[in-house]
């Protein structure tokens, strides 16, 4: 610096100078002006954040404790004992709730060690855990991988947020949705305790296998609950659940055991465990007791024939009964929580498991009906799909007759092998195919506490079931009841409203319908002339049936069919080709009806019978409650009303023990146990039918083939034998019990012939006793039997002329028959044909001395 005189004056001049002072004042004003915008932008911008934040705190959700309540469990299905069949899941709802108290405490202290270490400590947010991640994610050059969340926030995500803001990408939004989650955890934790917020976590982490919470899992890896699980299982879940994909102990054993190790080691490390329990934990081989479950939990998850119709049954009622909507009746089922007490007896399906499942109960015929499906490739690009009807269509080019059904598995994969050849090119290629082979005949069983209505059992098909929902043919599928229905759609209504009785007869002979239609009985053309009502019950006769129909009107049978429960009988339907159909003909009589009939309502129907007349709806529950226990539906509410009245049940019930005694039911009788039964076969042998009852339980069984191909001579009893099987099984260990007599019941011998009182002297060989209801017992005499002269070769009353008059007993034709047109004469020819047109006849003389030889070697 210049400290001279002439230095110190210079400067003293500038410093006076005005310009450099204007400048200076410049300078200094800049400064202040730039401070005060600095500060006044840092408050600006504190305002702007404090505010956005305070927007963002205040579009946080509003929340209380039942927010956090997981939504979403699966409903619950119970045999008749009270055991756990299966569980009713959709997605995002494989949850069963459980308390603190029921999870082991190694599995709290395991999820806390891995998931928040400091849960007990921290008040929602744990600071230390974010620094951590902070720094972290600085050292990996602003790549945050550490998560930082606490249980309380993870079960805010779960539970509060929606789904989007979990898997957001947007960086403002994430950080948005963050400030929020940890802003309502502090704020959950001012009202809840850790015991309860630890509890809905458990309950809400997803597990992986379509498990939520950890009583699903437990279930679903272990086969047990929840609170029976050791620490080393324990460490399975808690390993989990930080990706359920990468960890599942299933698919990726290796992966989960090597973060069961790194759970187990912060437990030691954290103070939860000790050293040999560490150790002994390590040492536990728990994934091959995990693979050995998963063969049988992994294989269970296709419900049964009796579950899938539970399940559309109770959906129904939800909406018929308890008034609910489609949508939520299905949420409910499916998400609600519910418990369905199922009326499955485990006993009594096993045991038609078992027999519909052996091969021998089938007269070793068994056939396979063919399905299939191929997806080709060409060798242009295109694609090609082939479908059943174009593989059956490509065979009948040769063999009109084909049908898709093959003797052997093997048959039908070579014949596939013949048809790929066939269809597919140099080139082509097979992209994709399917091949279902289902064994044939079919057939299906409902058994039925005839009491109450409770579904005990049912097999909708033999063959493994590879799905839900599947072909269920006790209840889904429509099939021609045949002779089966001629108890319920004839005799029944001529019994209880129109004045018949099973002493009543009709003249078995030609008859036809009024279209012209012949009807021949099912054992031929042979006729057996005048046979009671009983009788043809027992003998399954169709004239007699239809005779009997067409008295009482097609129109009264149907109405009590319908009465009995039918829901697929028609009374007018028009086709798209503009034809009318209807079910209200003399046909009913013989089952003849235009789309058929379920297993299981036929099963109800015989069920009316066997309960004095009172229908029950067939029932597969006999209660469903909601996730809190209060009962939605019961058997209480189930339909149930009178088809006929007590006694005419006992008279039908009478006639049908015949046809198990001395009928065409007699091979259903396995002994030590009253049994009424009516067979039912199709003109054509395609429907095969058996339903019966005992005192206890009423049966059904249904064999056929699927389309409808007929079966076999030697496959006709195979319903009988089935029959007999279960049934036999099912009474076992039951004593034995007859079928109690009602008041409103007599008896009264008549004679057999005319259904009438008997003539003392004449009607001694047809005598017999019969059962009526009261007041229906005959009065008048029987007019059948003829004392007098008679035709000593025809036995009918001898004509004037008759040349072998003897003193004898004639047994006369009918009387009456309602459903012939005699024309002038209402009476049958009760004389002998030695009239005068007969001896009219040019070879009269030789016609006599051959009758004459006939008496003589009789």
């Keep these: 610096m210049n400290f001279s005189k002439l230095g110190i004056k210079r400067t003293l001049r500038q410093m006076r100078s005005k310009g450099i002072k204007i400048s200076n004042l410049f300078k200094v004003s800049f400064l202040q002006l730039l401070f005060i915008g600095m500060v006044t932008a840092c408050i600006l911008m504190l305002c702007v954040g404090i505010g956005a934040f305070n927007g963002i705190l205040a579009s946080s959700p509003e929340i209380n404790e039942f927010d956090l309540i997981p939504t979403g469990y699966a409903t619950l299905v119970y045999d008749c004992e009270g055991h756990e069949m299966t569980k009713l899941v959709s997605s995002n ?32 947010i744990d600071i230390k855990g974010i620094v951590r991640a902070g720094f972290d994610g600085i050292k990996n050059g602003g790549k945050f991988h550490q998560g930082a969340s606490t249980i309380t926030q993870q079960l805010l995500k779960n539970n509060v947020f929606d789904s989007s803001w979990v898997t957001e990408t947007k960086d403002l939004n994430r950080f948005k949705r963050k400030i929020q ?19 809905y976590y458990l309950n809400t982490i997803n597990l992986g296998q379509n498990t939520l919470g950890v009583q699903a899992a437990s279930q679903r890896y272990f086969g047990k609950p929840v609170y029976q699980l050791t620490l080393s299982e324990s460490a399975v879940l808690a390993g989990i659940t930080q990706n359920p994909s990468k960890y599942n102990p299933i698919r990726n054993p290796e992966k989960n055991g090597e973060k069961r190790a790194v759970v187990l080691k912060k437990m030691y490390e954290q103070g939860y465990i000790s050293k040999d329990e560490y150790a002994a934990a390590l040492a536990d081989d728990v994934y091959s007791r995990i693979q050995k479950i998963n063969e049988v939990t992994g294989a269970s998850n296709v419900n049964s024939y009796f579950v899938d119709e539970l399940t559309d049954q109770v959906a129904e009622d939800l909406v018929n009964i308890a008034g609910y909507d489609q949508d939520n009746a299905y949420r409910l089922l499916y998400a609600g929580g519910l418990k369905i007490y199922s009326t499955q007896n485990p006993e009594i399906q096993a045991y038609c498991d078992e027999v519909f499942g052996n091969e021998e109960n089938y007269a070793g015929k068994t056939k396979y009906l063919l399905s299939y499906q191929l997806t080709i490739d060409k060798a242009n690009g295109d694609v090609v799909n082939h479908s059943s009807e174009m593989y059956e269509a490509h065979f009948k080019e040769t063999n009109s007759n084909f049908n898709m059904i093959y003797a052997s598995e093997e048959d039908a994969l070579a014949a596939i092998e013949e048809y790929k050849a066939a269809v597919m090119e140099e080139g082509d290629e097979e992209r994709a195919e399917n091949i279902v082979l289902t064994p044939q005949p079919q057939a299906s069983i409902t058994v039925m506490d005839q009491s109450n209505g409770y579904v005990l059992a049912m097999v909708g098909g033999r063959g493994e079931k590879i799905a839900s929902k599947t072909l269920n043919r006790a209840t889904n599928t429509m099939r021609q009841p045949g002779s089966l229905f001629k108890v319920l759609s004839t005799y029944a209504p001529a019994l209880d409203s129109c004045g018949f009785t099973l002493a009543n007869v009709q003249y078995d002979g030609p008859f036809t319908y009024t279209n012209g239609r012949p009807i021949s009985n099912w054992y031929g053309q042979a006729y057996r002339g005048i ?11 169709n004239i007699v049936t239809v005779k009997v129909l067409t008295q009482i009107t097609p129109q009264m049978g149907f109405d009590y069919l319908l009465k009995f429960g039918f829901t697929t009988l028609v009374d007018r339907e028009v086709t798209k080709d503009g ?37 029950n709806r067939p029932l597969l529950y006999s209660k469903v409650t909601d996730a ?31 046809c198990v005694l001395k009928g065409t039911g007699a091979e259903v009788n396995f002994g030590n146990m009253a049994i009424a039964a009516k067979t039912g076969t199709t003109s054509s042998y395609n429907d095969i039918w058996l339903s019966g009852y005992t005192p206890y339980y009423t049966a059904t069984v249904w064999v056929g083939f699927d389309n409808n191909v007929d079966l076999a001579n030697d496959q006709h009893k195979i319903a009988k034998h089935l029959w007999r099987e279960c049934m036999s099984r099912i009474h076992s260990n039951l004593p034995y019990a007859s079928f109690d007599m009602p008041n409103g019941i007599t008896k009264c011998a008549v004679c057999s012939l005319s259904g009438k009182l008997p003539n003392e002297g004449l009607c001694n060989d047809c005598i017999r006793t019969e059962i009526f209801a009261e007041g229906t017992e005959p009065f008048e005499r029987c007019d059948i039997h ?52 007969f001896f009219a006849q040019p070879n009269f003389q030789e016609i006599l001395n051959q009758q004459m030889w006939e008496m003589q070697n009789r």
């Design 93 to 124: 709802a494989n949850r069963s709730y459980v308390t603190l108290d029921k999870i082991p405490q190694y599995l709290q202290d395991a999820v806390v060690a891995v998931e928040d270490e400091r849960f007990y400590e921290h008040n929602g």
């Design 181 to 199: 989650e940890q802003y309502l955890a502090v704020e959950v934790e001012k009202k809840m305790d850790k015991k309860q917020i630890l509890e």
């Design 786 to 837: 003829y004392k007098g002269i008679v035709c000593g070769y025809d036995g009918k009353i001898a004509c004037d002329t008759c040349p072998f008059q003897v003193e004898g007993i004639a047994t006369l034709p009918l009387r009456e028959d309602p459903c012939l047109d005699y024309g002038q004469n209402s009476v049958p020819n009760n004389y002998c044909m030695h009239n005068s047109s």
């Design 531 to 541: 046979c009671s009502l009983r009788l043809g019950i027992i003998q399954s006769l």
């Design 628 to 658: 809190d226990g209060n009962i939605i539906l019961d058997s209480s509410m189930n339909e149930t009303h009178k088809v006929i009245e007590e006694t005419t049940a006992y008279l039908l019930t009478s006639a049908m023990e015949d």
């Design 579 to 615: 034809q009318v159909m209807t079910d209200v003909t003399q046909a009913l009589a013989l089952g003849g009806i235009t789309h058929g009939v379920t297993n299981m309502e036929t099963n109800a129907a015989f069920a009316s019978i066997a309960n004095n007349g009172i229908y």
